[in-house]
């Protein structure tokens, strides 16, 4: 395998949600919650203090355009009512009672601008990527895009061959369930495509509003960790199947594991307000062994090299900091220390979902890297399901 990438360009919220906002408004919604009182110490130990996101909060809060009535036809209600015995006046207040009622936002309310945000946010990605390539669009053979927020059909694939614009023989292929996977596993698939044809051209392109999952209206402990920890973001990235001046990364193999049966761990669930992020306190251990099935694909990789092995850097999204500490504590004890900087580093300002690797590489990228650095990128995302990619900085 040999797969070449050109830096990644990554375009982040430009709307600054701080925590301090977020707590306020939890508080202002559920004083009454049990968990209320804990808020402040769960929210210190995200260790994330502000987030961006392609909407603003007031976007995400704001009541929806219907009412406590759950109906456009008021002469229903009214009717019913008046078959219980209720008065005509009594009927008027009831009626204008629920109507005063704010309702939550639907779906469709909730989901439109962000799409919106997904498509513009994805087009500026994908042109900085191609800047940064040395490339035009017209110079793309294959077009790999991820959303998984903001379901649509069309999708991003088709929105980006019509904005940018892409020739319309460009193989397209979207990937909107991929989510925290989306990273690796679209290099993985791009890798697989420039070995069967060296000279195509691959542009991959993700753009996450993760924000669509915070719903005001949840009153959990998990809806509030839910709240705190999502940041949008969409990233590009360009791959060749040959060396280019602007190639910063070759990548020389790929690994995938999945674990059967725990699709219930980590997943999204649409209702009647919009997008539910469902978590499960046992995904964090599932989310291990995967890392341990990783640890073991290197060793075994490895394992006849005339020198001892280790990477220089160590790009993962495992899907939170306990992870990454999971990930220090059971590496070789050989292996050098600080190789999580990077992806600790991306953290703090939001879990980015399927941006967040090309996110962790690009900072890699800004701070400066030798040429031979061994890197390895991980994630691992719902299903419960990783991709890992091994390579080296040209």
Known sequence: MGAYLSPPVVIHGEHDVTTGQILEEVRGRHSRAPWVSRIDGIAES??????????PLETAVAPGSGSGLRTSDAGQARAALLRGGFTDGEVDRVIAELEAIPAPQTVQERTAPAWAA???YGER???GALDGAGLTAADIDCLITSHSTTPALPGLDLSLLNRLPLRNDVLLLPATQWACIAGTRSL???ADLVAADPDRAVLVVISEA????YQPGDDTLESLIVRLLFADTAVAVVVTGRPRTESVLRLDAVWHHTLPGTTDLHRLETRADGTHFVMDRRGPRAVQETVAAMWEWLRLRHQDDRHSWHPDLLLAHPGGTRVLEYMEQTMPDEWPAGLLDYSRDSYTTGNRGGAAVL???RRAYDAGQKSGSRTVLYAAAPGLTATAVEGEWL
Not at 46 to 55: H, Q
Not at 210 to 213: G, I, N
């Open 46 to 55: 995200t260790g994330i203090v502000s987030r961006g996101w392609m909407l």
């Open 118 to 120: 997904v498509q513009a």
């Open 125 to 127: 990605a994908a042109r």
């Open 188 to 190: 993985a698939l791009a």
């Open 210 to 213: 993760l924000s669509t999952t």
């Open 359 to 361: 996110d962790i590489l």
